[in-house]
């Protein structure tokens, strides 16, 4: 495995992905205190709402520094960011220069691989982890100067891939033995450690987070995770631009047809820091399709329980089944 150093003592091998919206540093000091990666895209600091980036980052550096003072033996995960690579984020730069001034220690790059952006995390001493759907966004991403990957298969809630992640996978492990990790259902303890046997270094799991306490998501998006299934999932790019998965509920409640979806417009994706869904479009909702695992609205802390049980559990059952082969 090709675990980077500075996530080699965590609790579990995941990640806790950048989600919009919901992911603060509320969920991400929770999810670092708990032992695994937290997450957040840049642009959820909304500076139109008086919500500063800059703020955000001394915020969690001061409550992980302080955990890790009062708690020596149980030092809290590392944290990172999420950067939209992308022309219409305007802000790139400015976010880019703030993640340098803080040292943050991971960042996790979308929707365009930039040398100067890998150039500047190098700077500070961070490592960079480039989300990719397949292969040919994978090489560009490591000839770029990206230290590692997430490969983003069928199943990932909101923005997702459609190829098998045992696929996936074995493409990127036949040149790339670096940081992969996995995303696509990572909802289970047993979900992490499939990602291991298939040869990623770990998982990427973000909808079995949005139902949890410290998530900013409301509570009738909590509700609908924890009552659906993978059946209640449907693929689209009408929303954003991007293929991705979503609950049909919300699509449904929205007044649309979740099984008629139209095509979208890729020429008009917009990531810029103001951008604003159709009103009809508020509260259609991202999520992937490991949710039957997600019984209940819990703290942070005690799914990091049950996903760390299972993945014991896991561990026991395939080594006395490998054992009687």
Same mark, same amino acid.
């Given at each position: 495995m090709s675990m980077p150093d500075v996530m080699k003592n965590l609790r579990l091998p995941l990640i806790g992905s950048p989600l919009f919206i919901i992911s603060t540093p509320d969920l991400v000091v929770a999810q670092c205190k708990a032992g695994v990666v937290g997450s957040f895209p840049a642009l959820n600091a909304r500076e139109k709402d008086g919500q500063s980036l800059d703020e955000w980052f001394t915020r969690i550096k001061d409550q992980l520094d302080r955990h890790d003072e009062e708690n020596p033996d149980r030092p809290a995960a590392p944290f990172a960011v999420n950067h939209i690579v992308h022309k219409s984020?305007?802000? &790139?730069?400015?976010?880019?220069?703030?993640?340098?001034?803080?040292?943050?220690?991971?960042?996790?790059?979308s929707l365009g691989a930039q040398e100067w952006v890998y150039e500047a995390a190098h700077s500070c001493g961070a490592i960079v982890l480039h989300d990719v759907i397949n292969d040919w966004f994978a090489?560009?991403?490591?000839?770029?100067?990206?230290?590692?990957?997430?490969?983003?298969?069928?199943?990932?809630?909101?923005h997702?891939?459609? &190829?098998?992640?045992?696929? &996936?996978?074995? @493409?990127?492990? @036949?040149?790339?033995?670096?940081?992969?990790?996995?995303?696509?259902?990572?909802?289970?303890?047993?979900?992490? &450690?499939a990602s291991m046997a298939m040869g990623a270094d770990g998982g990427y799991a973000g909808t079995a987070f949005i139902a949890t306490n410290e998530a900013n998501a409301v509570d009738r998006y909590k509700q609908m995770i924890t009552e659906s299934g993978a059946s209640d999932i449907v693929y689209s790019d009408l929303f954003t631009g991007v293929w991705g998965n979503y609950l049909k509920p919300s699509i449904a409640a929205a007044g649309m047809d979740?099984?008629?979806?139209?095509?979208?417009?890729?020429?008009?994706?917009?990531f810029a820091e103001d951008r604003e869904k159709p009103k009809s479009w508020k509260e259609i909702w991202g999520s992937g399709q490991g949710i039957s695992a997600v019984k209940e609205t819990v703290p942070v802390a005690d799914l990091v329980d049950r996903l760390e049980r299972e993945f014991v559990a896991a561990q026991a059952r395939l080594t006395a089944q490998l054992q009687a082969v």
């Open positions: 984020n305007a802000r &790139l730069e400015r976010d880019v220069e703030l993640s340098v001034k803080h040292k943050v220690p991971i960042w996790i790059t090489h560009k991403a490591i000839e770029k100067g990206a230290d590692g990957l997430v490969a983003v298969a069928a199943g990932a809630g909101g997702a891939g459609a &190829l098998s992640p045992l696929a &996936l996978i074995q @493409e990127i492990r @036949e040149w790339f033995d670096g940081p992969l990790f996995l995303s696509g259902a990572i909802a289970r303890g047993d979900s992490i &450690l979740p099984d008629a979806l139209e095509r979208s417009d890729p020429s008009k994706m917009n």
